[in-house]
Each structure stands twice: as structure tokens, then as C-alpha cells.
């Protein structure tokens, strides 16, 4: 399929109840309101294709952005297209997906090692939900590197951006669930935090307490 059959098609699926639902969640204008069971329908015809992504991805449009990461393959990004990506994107949801993305590349570590110390905050976000991406996909994080990541966000997540602390704060309970060795240093940790204040405007969103959901998240991978 070609660039522009693609937009078409996702102009036609767009719908105006997913755009006012999308634009809640920090969207933009640029956007047609398609569902993800569509996008996910797409992807599957597609399959991967990183030069459609590339150019999906420059449209802009929100829509176009989330089928990029979708189609895009992980071995041709590079890591100064990763950061070329991320410039200027305030859409949290297309930050957690750039994450899953960048999860699945060589230089995934680095970049979130980069990330995670960026001052602003669609950038840290991105660094930090890097890292749950990267214990879903069974990365070897050593046990050192994940005290050091629980020591900073113990220290700056009350000072960090709004939608960086949500991060920060979900990957406390990423280290706490995926290494039980350190699952009590999580849950100090989470202590120490207390509560996480993130606005997530107008939507029923809302930043989980990291002992509560470290505690039921094993007590579920148990049975």
C-alpha cells in the first residue's frame, strides 16, 4: 500500500467521537480519530514497512504516527531518527509508544539511560517507560542499575514533570514485579515517594499507588 492510500484509508476510518476522545488525551488537530482494533487491522496488512513509516511518521498526524509505530522495523531506526522522532511530541500516549519502539532497538539502553535524565518531560517519560518495555521484552537490567534508577526517582519524580512522574512512578512498580530481589527496595521506595500527583486532564486516567499494584500484579502472576 502507498503513503497516500494509507492516509485515505485512515481519513475514511477516522471517526468524531474518537476525536474528541483522542484530543482529551492530548492529541492535537492533527488527527483522523481512528480506533485501534482499525489501526491494528491495517498493521496486519502491512506488516512492516520502515520507508511507509518514515514517511506516516513526517505526516505529522497523529493517526499516521501511531500506524508508524506499528510498521516501522526496529533494526533500520537509528538513534538520531529516535530523537528526531521525540522532538516536539506532547501526545503521552505516542510517547509510550515510541517507547515500545525504541524498546526493540540495539541502542534501546543508551537512549534510555539519555532519557531518563532529560529535563523535559515527554522526553523522561519516554526514558522511563522505556524501561518497563524493556522488562516485558526480557532484558537482562541488572540489579545495580535498577537501585541506581529507584535512588533518582526516589529523589527527583516529586520535582519532574507531570507525565514524567506518571513514568517514573510505573517504573518503580516495573522493577518491583520483574525483579523480586528487589522487590522490598521498590516498595521502600514507593514509600518514600507517597502519593504521586499527576494531572491527567480531562480523562478518568489516574497514577496507580506502586505498592497496591506491585502486591496485586504478583499476587496474579502467582495463581
Known amino acids: 500500500?502507498?503513503?497516500?492510500?494509507?492516509?485515505?484509508?485512515?481519513?475514511?476510518?477516522?471517526?468524531?467521537?474518537?476525536?474528541?476522545?483522542?484530543?482529551r488525551h492530548g492529541a492535537g488537530?492533527?488527527?483522523?480519530?481512528?480506533s485501534f482494533a482499525n489501526l491494528n487491522k491495517l498493521q496486519k496488512k502491512i506488516k512492516i514497512d520502515h520507508q511507509l513509516a518514515v514517511q506516516l511518521w513526517e505526516s505529522g498526524?497523529?493517526?499516521?504516527?501511531?500506524?508508524?509505530?506499528?510498521?516501522?522495523?526496529?533494526?533500520?531506526?537509528?538513534?538520531?531518527?529516535?530523537?528526531?522522532?521525540?522532538?516536539?511530541?506532547?501526545?503521552?500516549m505516542l510517547i509510550d509508544l515510541l517507547a515500545g519502539l525504541i524498546a526493540r532497538t540495539s541502542f534501546a539502553k543508551e537512549k534510555m539511560?539519555?532519557?531518563?535524565?532529560?529535563?523535559?518531560?515527554?522526553?523522561?517519560?519516554?526514558?522511563?517507560?522505556?524501561?518497563g518495555e524493556l522488562f516485558k521484552n526480557g532484558a537482562n537490567i541488572s540489579e545495580a542499575d535498577c537501585r541506581?534508577?529507584?535512588?533518582?526517582?526516589?529523589?527527583?519524580?516529586?520535582?519532574?514533570p507531570n507525565r514524567a512522574r506518571h513514568s517514573m512512578n510505573g517504573a518503580v512498580i516495573s522493577i518491583g514485579v520483574f525483579k523480586p530481589a528487589l522487590t522490598k527496595?521498590?516498595?521502600?521506595?514507593?514509600?518514600k515517594i507517597?502519593?504521586?500527583?499527576?494531572?491527567?486532564?480531562?480523562?478518568?486516567?489516574?497514577?496507580?499507588?506502586?505498592?497496591?499494584?506491585?502486591?496485586?500484579t504478583l499476587k496474579r502472576l502467582r495463581k
Not at 5 to 10: F, G, S, T
Not at 29 to 34: H, S
Not at 119 to 131: A, H, K, N
Request: hydrophobic share 35%.
Open 113 to 131: 539511560e539519555e532519557w531518563m535524565k532529560s529535563p523535559q518531560e515527554f522526553v523522561r517519560q519516554c526514558g522511563y517507560s522505556i524501561l
Open 194 to 216: 507517597g502519593k504521586v500527583e499527576v494531572d491527567h486532564g480531562e480523562t478518568g486516567c489516574k497514577t496507580p499507588d506502586a505498592i497496591d499494584y506491585i502486591q496485586k
Open 148 to 160: 541506581r534508577y529507584l535512588k533518582t526517582i526516589g529523589k527527583e519524580i516529586h520535582s519532574s
Open 29 to 34: 488537530d492533527n488527527l483522523f480519530g481512528v
Open 185 to 191: 527496595e521498590a516498595f521502600a521506595t514507593a514509600k
Open 61 to 92: 498526524n497523529s493517526d499516521a504516527r501511531t500506524l508508524a509505530t506499528m510498521i516501522v522495523d526496529p533494526k533500520q531506526i537509528t538513534s538520531a531518527q529516535a530523537d528526531n522522532w521525540i522532538e516536539n511530541l506532547s501526545h503521552y
Open 1 to 23: 500500500m502507498t503513503y497516500a492510500e494509507i492516509m485515505a484509508d485512515l481519513k475514511k476510518l477516522g471517526t468524531a467521537q474518537n476525536v474528541k476522545i483522542y484530543k
